[in-house]
């Protein structure tokens, strides 16, 4: 047994579930009934095995099941003693619904919102802004449509899309919604449920002219890209301020016209941004209905969107989803919610340590000491400032074999 100021009774993976709510999880599977007729591998054994596969990065359910099991008496400290095999775990997979893994992220959000919000000025403003974009994962079968031509070996492979909307006051996913990769982004803003003076920034792969004119009259604000080809008529053009940061080229009011449900031809007022950006050589139209913030700040908001591409960078980084455990729809989602669960965990230890340690490190240093005895928090806290009073304050000795 190790014996130290970082000594812990429960090991690293065992201070990472325990964040979960045994008895908020309990009232889950019931309302979800994700135990029914299910005698082994009941759903706490299935999320553990689920996110000791995402956090060591296994590859295999051979890889998931032995591992795990090889720590003996130490899965007691996870509330499991028993690891069910390839073809329980399989089965698992294939019949627990995957929408039970997304009700528990929902309520670990909800739980944690708070620690969630990052120390920035101007919070109320980033409270009301909300990033929207979507991710691609490519998959081995054809199990969901993905996009493009049908490949000259005529081996298909399937795609699902993840449609994520992150509020910029917080680091992780605030809704996720799963799509065929080859389903239009476009119609996942339905699905979203803002509320006036709220603001939402996303690409111009979303274009829905009819969403944006139904969003303006509920004074529902958005910020996104004009795509090159969009036909419009410029009204008036709006005075850009002299203070405006070079590369601001045009502001004007300008009229799109677009058919509703009954094709009956309406009009959408809107606003046009032209940017230039000199250092990658290319110009940038902002298409918007706010219009009461300056020009620069129209730009500024856009330039927000920046945020979810490094939360995309950071999921497959850190777990990179390259193998599923599954061939089926239903056990790829559940490896994804469970990725994402795993993230949102870490990123909630994170906010809690006074060190400036990035989210890799923190991620590697938990995957090393999954099964070690030791405070989490503590450990990274200490290690780096022992290491340096123990080593750095007297010079290394080279042992005498190194010598000529």
């Excluded at 005698?39 to 060591?56: F, V």
């Excluded at 399937?158 to 992150?166: A, D, E, Q, S």
């Amino acid at each position: 047994m190790l014996k130290g100021t970082t000594f812990s009774g429960q090991p690293v993976f065992a201070q990472l579930t325990g964040m979960i709510s045994r008895s908020s999880f309990a009232i889950l599977v019931k309302e979800h009934n994700a135990d029914h007729y299910c005698k082994r591998c009941k759903s706490w054994e299935h999320l553990i095995c689920m996110l000791y596969c995402i956090m060591n990065n296994c590859t295999s359910l051979r890889e998931v099941t032995h591992g795990i099991a090889a720590y003996g008496n130490k899965l007691n400290h996870l509330g499991i003693n028993y690891t069910p095999p390839r073809s329980t775990l399989s089965d698992a997979n294939a019949t627990r619904s995957e929408t039970f893994f997304g009700a528990l992220y929902k309520k670990l959000y909800q739980r944690y919102k708070e620690l969630l919000s990052d120390s920035q000025p101007n919070k109320e403003l980033l409270k009301r802004i909300f990033i929207i974009d979507s991710t691609t994962i490519s998959l081995f079968k054809a199990i969901m449509k993905c996009v493009g031509r049908k490949p000259a070996d005529g081996k298909s492979k399937g795609g699902i899309k993840v449609h994520t909307m992150l509020n910029a006051y917080e680091q992780v996913p605030q809704l996720i919604h799963f799509t065929d990769a080859a389903t239009h982004d476009h119609t996942f803003l339905p699905k979203l449920k803002l509320e006036p003076h709220q603001i939402a920034l996303f690409d111009k792969a979303y274009v829905d002219y009819q969403q944006y004119d139904k969003w303006t009259q509920q004074d529902i604000h958005f910020v996104t890209r004009l795509k090159d080809n969009a036909v419009y008529d410029g009204l008036e053009e709006m005075e850009i301020p002299d203070n405006t940061p070079a590369g601001y080229l045009k502001d004007e009011k300008i009229q799109i016209s677009y058919k509703d449900e009954q094709l009956k031809e309406q009009l959408l007022f809107l606003r046009r941004v032209v940017y230039y950006d000199d250092e990658k050589k290319r110009l940038l139209q902002f298409l918007t209905n706010i219009f009461d913030m300056t020009t620069e700040q129209i730009g500024l908001l856009y330039k927000m969107r920046w945020q979810i591409e490094l939360l995309f960078k950071q999921l497959k980084q850190n777990f990179p989803l390259k193998y599923f455990l599954g061939d089926n729809e239903n056990a790829i989602k559940i490896q994804i919610w469970c990725t994402l669960i795993a993230n949102l965990l870490f990123t909630i230890i994170k906010k809690g340590i006074k060190e400036n340690i990035s989210f890799s490190n923190l991620v590697s240093f938990a995957r090393q000491h999954l099964f070690s005895y030791h405070k989490l928090i503590e450990l990274i806290e200490r290690s780096e400032r022992e290491w340096r009073r123990k080593y750095q304050q007297k010079p290394l000795v080279q042992p005498a074999f190194f010598d000529g």
